[in-house]
């Protein structure tokens, strides 16, 4: 095969995307366990208060939010993707920005769970964008073809 002949793009879909986001929320869930649970538990602060605003809830957004941050901008996919084969990527085909990740990862991800449907419209449209996909121009891709 020709290194320059252009593959066709296959757009990831819903089930697919799931099951790596599924598989990412262990992982978030086992560092959490890892760092948050036994910091507290020295600091001898509850881990059972589950208000919005205790520091175990702050310090989970934290981890969530920084893991699916930092794993998209330098690698462009979190670890769910990687064993799933996908990888997000810019429609323009340029590098993922610090903007475009932070608000993809970050707002769209919060907009996109406060409306569930944020998440829904991934399973109907043609490159297969959920919500905040569609505030940054990108998109979730098979990484093999």
């Known amino acids: 095969m020709d290194t ?3 593959r066709p793009v296959r757009y990831a879909g819903f089930w697919m995307r799931f099951w790596a986001f599924l598989l990412d929320l262990i992982v978030v869930g086992s560092i959490e ?10 600091l001898d602060t509850s881990l059972s208060e589950f ?3 205790s520091p ?13 941050v930092l794993m998209t901008k330098f690698f462009n ?3 769910g993707k990687m064993v799933f084969g996908l990888k997000v990527i ?5 590098k ?3 903007g475009t990740v ?22 109907f449209l043609p490159k297969k964008q959920g919500l905040h996909d569609l505030f940054t121009d990108t998109t979730v891709i098979h990484t093999e073809s």
Do not use: C, H, K
């Open 102 to 123: 932070l608000f993809r990862e970050w707002i769209g991800r919060f907009i996109s769970a406060t409306i569930f449907i944020g998440y829904i419209t991934v399973a």
């Open 90 to 94: 810019n429609l323009d085909q340029e």
């Open 96 to 98: 993922l920005t610090w």
């Open 51 to 53: 208000n919005m605003f």
């Open 33 to 42: 366990r890892i760092l948050i649970n036994p910091l507290f538990r020295l």
């Open 56 to 68: 175990v809830s702050i310090s989970s957004a934290v981890i969530f939010y920084l893991y699916f």
């Open 4 to 6: 320059n002949e252009v």
């Open 77 to 79: 996919q979190t670890l």
